[in-house]
């Protein structure tokens, strides 16, 4: 099994990127996708989370109205798009897959290796 996730870099504040998770070697369609992120000097926090269906998406406080996670299970891939960036969404974003939605790191059973996203002031 493996997550890819990628499109992080540099933007200024006020800025967008689009992420992309990857999958392979799992049945995609089965697993609610998580995203995560660890910013310099803290623990991993939860972001976003996708039901298996896509119907359903959670957003912790502080993305609410500027990220929005989405997937396409035909291309086995997940997406978190994030506007209005400010730099303390500054981190190392993270998906990952579970059979449970949940926003406990522990409830994954498999996860992507990270990409950096830098928001400059």
């Known amino acids: 099994v493996q997550l890819q996730a990628s499109g992080g870099g540099l933007v200024q504040a006020g800025g967008s990127l689009g992420l992309s998770c990857a999958a392979s070697g799992l049945t995609f369609s089965r697993y609610n996708i998580g995203w995560f992120r660890q910013a310099p000097g803290k623990e991993r926090e939860y972001v976003a989370a996708i039901t298996w269906s896509g119907f359903n998406t959670y957003y912790v406080d502080s993305v609410k109205g500027r990220f929005t996670i989405s997937r396409d299970n035909a291309k086995n891939t997940a997406y978190l798009q994030m506007n209005s960036l400010k730099p303390e969404d500054t981190a190392v974003y993270y998906c990952?897959?579970?059979?449970?939605?949940?926003?406990?790191?522990?409830?994954?059973?498999?996860w992507g290796q990270g990409t950096q996203v830098t928001v400059s002031s």
């Open positions: 990952a897959a579970g059979k449970s939605l949940s926003y406990y790191q522990r409830d994954y059973d498999y």
